[in-house]
């Protein structure tokens, strides 16, 4: 290694096995340290699904391809190749999936997940990938492109349905372990939404043109949302302050001039309610009190305190009335999971003195509010 004789271009194939030699070594990895991880027993569920589906048609699709959408020729000339998933992803178990997508997979090109505890957004990853060698190429690009379609003819594709054409193309060392990759046309392309492309498309992908997220409740409404707030959220977002793996990558892309559109844009549309269930009245009443007087015996103050303050400190606190139930539900869950002794964030500590009744209870209570409803606790907005 010291002379550098060894060929390291990627433009040359590997030795005769050596590429079969490392995927096994990859795949004997994967399965020993995710023989321990257990997966949620909600994978199926729609909402999931959909919402690991706008990160995967804006973060993976440009390597991994879809369903009637091959890869791009960038992407076959790297070694190794990644994936064709629509073909491969069946091979790999839930948590064996939960694995690699967290982790990433060294000399392969695939990244670890770049915010390392959100592991509530990686199992919505791993949701889709289960359901990806199913979906027809329309519900594919439903699911991961959203609201998108509506506007525009086309999102790095074209128009395309589920009849579509199919080329095989010779590339250079084609010989390579061919079954890893696709050559289905079209292929997916690389894009910088923010420089050529519409920002409130890409970003009604997942939060619908109207910013109330799509059904279900995985993706916030963030039409709620003061404008401050908004910018606030997307400029932590961007510098890494605030953790999260579907909102990093797009904030990075944004100025200054295109947060601002953004905060204004979504915060200027209709408030709606995200969620039209109703809880009992006895789940309600307990919510209020939660939300309003807190659980003195605890020390824990009223959630109004924050979150229905004036709005001087519209930037701090995000308006949650109308918000959905089970989006405040797996935040406050998720916010549990990590050590009360981390600072920085007051829900940390605030969630790790709630039950998981009291957690739905004031959720709910939340959530059958209305965006424009006065304060409960009789302070200006």
């Not at 699709?61 to 992407?75: D, E, W």
């Not at 915010?115 to 027809?136: C, G, H, N, Y």
């Not at 200027?268 to 269930?277: G, I, K, L, M």
């Not at 959905?324 to 935040?331: E, F, G, I, K, Q």
């Amino acid at each position: 290694m010291a002379t550098g004789l060894a060929n390291l271009a990627a433009s040359t194939p590997h030795p005769e096995g050596w590429a079969r030699l490392l995927h096994y070594a990859f795949q004997r990895s994967t399965a020993h340290h995710a023989a321990n991880i257990a997966a949620p027993a909600d994978l199926a569920n729609t909402a999931l699904i959909a919402k690991g589906a706008g990160y995967y048609g804006t973060s993976c699709a440009h390597c991994h391809g879809g369903p009637g959408l091959g890869q791009n020729p960038i992407v076959l000339s790297m070694r190794p190749r990644p994936q064709y998933l629509v073909r491969e992803v069946g091979t790999f178990s839930a948590p064996e999936l939960f694995w690699i997508v967290k982790h990433g997979v060294k000399y392969s090109g695939m990244p670890a997940y770049p915010a390392q505890d959100r592991d509530d957004e990686i199992w919505s990853i791993v949701s889709f990938l289960r359901a990806l060698p199913k979906m027809t190429t329309s519900q594919y690009r439903a699911l991961a492109y959203g609201d998108s379609l509506k506007t525009s003819g086309s999102v790095g594709v074209g128009p395309l349905g589920d009849t579509f054409l199919k080329r095989s193309y010779s590339f250079a060392h084609s010989d390579e372990w061919p079954p890893e990759s696709s050559y289905t046309h079209p292929a997916i392309g690389f894009d910088t939404f923010s420089i050529d492309g519409d920002v409130i498309k890409t970003c009604s992908r997942c939060h619908t043109d109207g910013g109330t997220g799509r059904d279900g409740g995985a993706i916030p409404n963030i039409a709620i949302l003061r404008p401050e707030y908004i910018r606030n959220a997307l400029t932590n977002y961007a510098s890494g302050k605030r953790h999260s793996g579907f909102m990093q990558p797009v904030a990075t892309q944004l100025d200054d001039r295109q947060i601002g559109q953004l905060a204004n844009y979504y915060s200027a549309q209709p408030h709606h309610r995200s969620d039209s269930a109703t809880a009992s009245a006895y789940v309600l009443m307990q919510g209020r009190q939660i939300a309003t007087v807190g659980i003195p015996a605890r020390g824990l103050g009223g959630c109004a305190d924050c979150h229905d303050i004036t709005k001087a400190s519209a930037k701090a606190f995000p308006m949650i009335d109308g918000q959905h139930r089970l989006y405040l539900a797996d935040r406050l869950r998720q916010f549990r999971t990590r050590p009360e002794k981390v600072g920085g964030n007051p829900m940390i500590a605030i969630t790790h003195r709630l039950g998981d009744g009291e957690i739905d209870a004031v959720a709910a209570y939340y959530a059958a509010r209305s965006p424009d409803a006065p304060s409960p606790i009789n302070k200006e907005r």
